[in-house]
């Protein structure tokens, strides 16, 4: 039977003025973790806030796992203030994480703000798989962050900037279709806000370029019984409502209904 | 001391203990077996059915506020006839009280859903004229006394013999009243409360957080006023009651049951400990255990009036 865990959190970094991250025991009877997969953390022991915190796998290692959170509010706060030594209970993981069987070597990883997190896990894992670095395509606001990790799985990494303040001034989605132009690529997985994802996907469908795509959403039990993190899904000529956190988080970006 | 009686008897509907999970919270009992042996719960209100698959409201869908959330699922189901013929069998492999929460847009819609559902392998019928989330129905039929009595009378006929709980909504000038027409009308059993309407704004955007605007609150903030309608319910109704709102331990068992409840849902605690049910089931025993009480029953409306 499933359960949830309480476990140490072995060390935090601070990567940015809203960014940090914490490293926690991996236990031995955890099931395996996929990249795209998330944890529902429990902010705090005594009850409040309420719901747990959805927060993506960064880093999967031995004995520990990685995970990079955004401070966004009062639950993420009490994460960040929680002392390495101490225990946060958590929940997962859950969710089904990228689908990666049928893999191939010609694809690109993209990932957008907050949402490089999953991916670097993603680019680990390929990496193993493949023995070969995969392309990464990574947007930011401003000054990006996590590059030193990052660049530990992908000796390709492509920075785009809002800002301008490094990289390419602009999107991802610039950086993106220079690749689709030039190469043959299979599938483009990708991990971001809203508005990347469904523009990543609007340019890979030009290039009938395949996608998979970590939606984001709010969420209450995170294992799908609740119904309120919903995202439509295209199935035949239907249009269902799917959970996010049972059903995705990944989709196919052909089966996603941006405009609802 | 040997353990404590836990069976209750609702009027005919008899759970082997008084622990059951809120309509809405706990799906079909799929996604929680992974996590808790059903066999421990003493009843299920599986998510609320309707004679025609939903697609449920558009995202955001939950807005999370101080000790509770609002939700806006709006009825999201299968269908009737996919939860006869895909969830039932499912559930009965599990030693729990299968617990049919039905609703409807008229009259007549109720009366087909619980006519198909009564005649369905279930253990009773919760009938929802509560919901705050569909634009017909749901609350509608909830918040009038006379509408309340209609609905319950017409759907009691249409149910044959079949063990019936109307679920009262909070959002009303007198429960009592509310309560006392259900029962005129022929309920079995009473379940309480729904979720109390609200609302969360984002400052930011000056747009509300739910797609929906309002959505019912639930969580251990509206726990206090869901005693409070327990406790004045039971002062009038003989039928027995179903207590719910925020519980999360065993404490806020006894405190339910102590006002008045013959049994209790847990709701919302479940998306923050999936395991609750178990661990509250725990909790109580040894509460009763430690306190010299050898039947559940004995606590019930024990609270000094």
Do not use: W
């Not at chain 1, 798989?129 to 990574?138: M, T």
């Not at chain 2, 605007?213 to 869901?226: L, R």
Request: aromatic residues 6%; hydrophobic residues 40%.
């Amino acid at each position: 039977m499933k359960k949830t865990y309480d476990l140490k959190i072995m060390d935090r970094e601070v990567l940015s003025q809203e960014v940090f991250k914490i490293l926690l025991e991996k236990p031995a009877d955890m099931p395996e973790i996929i990249p795209g997969q998330f944890f529902g953390l429990k902010a705090d022991d005594n009850g409040y806030p309420l719901l747990r915190r959805p927060i993506s796998v960064s880093r999967v290692d031995a004995n520990s796992f990685e995970l990079t959170i955004k401070l966004v509010g009062q639950g993420t706060e009490l994460i960040y203030n929680k002392k390495i030594g101490e225990t946060i209970n958590v929940l997962g993981p859950v969710g089904n994480g990228f689908y990666l069987e049928e893999a191939k070597k010609n694809s690109i990883i993209v990932g957008g703000g907050i949402g490089i997190s999953p991916v670097k896990e993603l680019a680990r894992v390929l990496k193993n798989k493949f023995n070969d670095d995969f392309p990464v395509l990574l947007g930011f606001r401003d000054e990006p962050f996590d590059l030193e990790d990052f660049s530990l799985y992908s000796s390709k990494i492509e920075i785009a900037t809002e800002s301008g303040i490094t990289g390419t001034k602009g999107y991802v989605t610039t950086l993106l279709e220079e690749h689709l132009k030039e190469n043959e690529i299979d599938t483009v997985y990708v991990c971001g806000p809203h508005v990347m994802l469904k523009a990543v996907k609007l340019l890979c469908d030009r290039y009938n370029v395949t996608t998979q795509l970590l939606m984001e959403e709010r969420m209450a039990c995170g294992i799908g019984a609740c119904l309120v993190c919903t995202c439509a899904i295209k199935e035949g000529t239907e249009i269902k409502n799917k959970r996010v956190c049972k059903d995705g988080p990944v989709f196919y970006g052909s089966e996603v209904v941006f405009d609802v | 001391m040997s353990n404590p009686i836990m069976k209750v008897d609702l009027n005919g509907l008899v759970l082997h203990n008084p622990i059951t999970v809120a309509s809405g919270t706990f799906g079909f009992g799929r996604e929680y077996a992974e996590y808790v042996d059903l066999n421990d719960i003493g009843g299920i209100m599986v998510k609320g059915l309707t004679l025609k698959p939903r697609a449920g409201n558009p995202s955001p869908r939950v807005a999370e506020t101080p000790m509770g959330m609002l939700n806006s699922v709006g009825l999201q189901n299968p269908g009737i006839e996919y939860f006869i013929e895909h969830e039932i069998p499912y559930l009965r492999q599990f030693n729990t009280a299968i617990i049919a929460n039905i609703n409807g847009t008229n009259i007549e819609e109720y009366c087909e859903i619980a006519e198909i559902t009564s005649k369905a392998d279930v253990d009773s019928l919760e009938l929802n004229i509560s919901c705050p989330n569909v634009k017909a129905g749901g609350l509608a039929f909830g918040t009038d006394p006379n509408m309340v009595y209609k609905v319950t009378k017409a759907v009691r006929e249409a149910s044959g013999n079949k063990h019936l709980i109307v679920k009262l909504s909070p959002n009303v000038k007198d429960i009592k009243e509310i309560a006392l027409a259900a029962e005129e009308a022929g309920a079995d059993c009473l379940s309480m409360i729904n979720t109390l309407t609200g609302m969360v704004i984002d400052i930011n955007s000056r747009t509300p957080i739910l797609a929906r605007g309002i959505g019912g609150m639930s969580g251990p903030a509206v726990k206090p006023v869901a005693v409070r309608m327990v406790y004045e319910t039971a002062g009038v109704v003989k039928i027995p009651i179903i207590g719910m709102g925020g519980i999360s331990n065993y404490k806020d068992v006894v405190e339910f049951m102590l006002a008045g409840a013959g049994a209790i849902s847990i709701g919302t605690a479940n998306f923050v400990d999936p395991r609750v049910t178990k661990r509250v089931l725990n909790d109580l025993t040894s509460y009763l255990k430690s306190n010299n009480i050898d039947n559940i029953n004995d606590i019930v409306g024990k609270v000094i009036r």
